[in-house]
């Protein structure tokens, strides 16, 4: 289980203090969490703390009970924290394979990485010896990424809009690989997302807004609130109505 | 002359010979002939007015492969060649030469190898030259090989220069003139560390009609090393041209790219790119998050960046 106690991040811009993440407390254990909100709202950075990637400025996090608050970003990952970045990164000379097998701890067999990377929607074949690097489009890289954290299988999988450059095309199998992506990899599944289709298929919507979390319910719940468009400002909502 | 455990070792290294090779060989040790093979159509011959040898592989020798390493083990040993081949018309083989250095003595340790390719018309070369020095001694281990290309028509060439780890100094020379719808492809991987110095140096005469060059070198430099890298790519005719030089510069070393490509054809086409750059902070967090520690994530990246 993953724990937030008041956590709060705050940068410095141009002398200016701005607080990112507002004493934000949060509970997920072992479901699939999506956290949506508007841009600027603060859910990379929360993604990103969680990781250790930025250290809160105050505030405490816990996984099972262990207070991670001080561990790197490789101790966390060892505890079991996975990352997906929303931008992936390049890499040259490193291959599909080369990555997957860091993802899952030592080599792996050419069938294995061909499960991982068709429950992504990319044949093996033709991925697996190619370098991570600019010849690979932006969805091919979100996939690859996706393939990583499968591989690891960790207990917290936490992915940074998964969605954002795959194509309309393709969207329709991404959905199909987080519906099953609990059975796979187990654990709790945290999705930052903007998408109606993924939050859709979650269990529980947090929503986070000026580094706030101002909603946090099923679906059900937190689906309509959403789409009534409240937090729109005047001119906008004049122009749509 | 027998091999001893050093020796042998060395040989692993830079020709991944275990035992004796397969094919055409001549092995040089401390300045010496250690043994040769010959085969139907690839023979070797001992040159009689300078020290080196004369590789002569018949027309249409197809699927047959030559190596020719040489391990010095001897401190203070100053060795120099000449190696000539003669590639026949039609011919398609694989060339492995290589130099290991075990310096465990105080002086300085070098060999100079001149290596000439005369390829005939269709013949077609993979040449792979690996360079290593070891040793615990304070002696420089020093290599300045010169790799001379001449093609006639059609030809293809493969040229693979390594130089990974050891070698406290070396000059590359490397200079080729290429025929008519000829392709010559270079791929150099240097890795440097310590006060190491490395100095390659290309240069490309694109002679022939429809002929092209590529030239790819991958480098990373540690520590307080140097490396210096210069193509010139001179375009004489209806031809294609490209190079491209990326570096990881890491610690306090220095690298410099010095790329020149001269056109005097008007459908002559050249490219050079150039790019120098530390190892990128995301790409270190991205491995990290995938649980190895930075310096893991660092050799990961080295070892892709230099495979």
């Known amino acids: 289980m993953l724990e937030l106690k008041n956590v709060s991040f705050t940068v410095d811009a141009d002398g200016e203090r701005k607080d990112i993440l507002k004493n934000v407390s949060l509970k997920i254990d072992g479901n699939f969490t999506a956290i949506t909100g508007p841009n600027g709202g603060g859910k990379s950075t929360l993604a990103r703390v969680v990781a250790g990637i930025y250290q809160p400025t105050e505030g405490r996090i816990f996984l099972d009970g262990e207070d991670i608050t001080e561990l790197s970003v490789t101790e966390r990952a060892k505890r079991g924290v996975s990352f997906a970045f929303q931008q992936p990164v390049r890499f040259k000379g490193l291959t599909v394979r080369d990555l997957i097998s860091i993802a899952a701890g030592g080599n792996v067999s050419f069938s294995r990485a061909c499960s991982y990377l068709s429950e992504v929607g990319l044949c093996a074949k033709d991925y697996v010896d190619r370098e991570v690097n600019s010849s690979l489009s932006g969805g091919e890289l979100k996939r690859i990424e996706i393939a990583t954290v499968m591989a690891r299988g960790t207990k917290l999988s936490l992915f940074d809009e998964p969605e954002a450059g795959i194509d309309l095309w393709s969207f329709g199998n991404l959905i199909k690989v987080f519906e099953n992506l609990q059975t796979k990899i187990g654990g709790s599944i945290v999705i930052i997302s903007h998408q109606e289709r993924i939050l859709k298929i979650a269990e529980r919507i947090v929503v986070l807004s000026a580094g706030e979390v101002v909603g946090d319910g099923t679906p059900e719940e937190i689906m309509p609130t959403l789409l009534g468009g409240e937090r729109v400002c005047p001119a906008i909502g004049e122009k749509f109505d | ?307």
């Open chain 2, 1 to 307: 002359m027998a091999l001893d455990n050093i020796q042998r070792d060395l040989l692993a290294k830079v020709a991944d010979i275990h035992g004796t090779p397969m094919g055409a060989y001549n092995i040089r040790s401390n300045g010496a002939a250690a043994g040769r093979a010959t085969t139907a159509n690839i023979n070797i011959v001992t040159k009689e007015d300078k020290p080196g040898i004369d590789i002569i592989i018949a027309p249409g020798t197809k699927n047959e492969s030559v190596h020719i390493p040489v391990v010095i083990s001897e401190t203070g040993l100053h060795d120099m060649v000449y190696n000539d081949f003669y590639v026949g018309e039609g011919a398609d083989v694989v060339i492995v030469a290589g130099c290991g250095i075990h310096n465990s003595g105080s002086d300085e340790t070098a060999h100079d190898g001149i290596h000439t390719f005369h390829l005939a018309d269709g013949a077609k070369v993979k040449y792979i030259e690996k360079h290593y020095g070891e040793g615990g001694g304070s002696g420089d281990n020093v290599m300045n090989p010169t790799t001379v290309v001449e093609m006639a028509s059609d030809c293809y060439m493969e040229l693979e220069t390594t130089q990974i780890e050891g070698i406290n100094s070396t000059e590359r020379r490397t200079r080729a003139k290429i025929g008519d719808r000829s392709t010559l492809i270079i791929h150099e991987k240097v890795m440097t560390s310590g006060r190491q110095h490395s100095d390659t140096d290309f240069e490309v005469d694109l002679d022939g009609e429809d002929c092209s060059c590529n030239v790819i070198s991958r480098s990373v430099a540690k520590d307080s090393s140097r490396q210096v890298l210069k193509t010139n790519v001179r375009g004489n005719n209806r031809c294609s041209g490209h190079t491209e030089c990326d570096a990881i510069i890491m610690d306090e070393a220095r690298v410099s790219a010095i790329p020149q490509i001269i056109a005097s054809d008007v459908d002559a086409s050249l490219i050079h790119e150039a790019a120098i750059g530390k190892i990128a902070g995301e790409q270190l967090m991205k491995l990290m998050t995938l649980g190895l520690t930075e310096k893991e994530a660092e050799e990961q990246i080295i070892s892709g960046f230099l495979k």
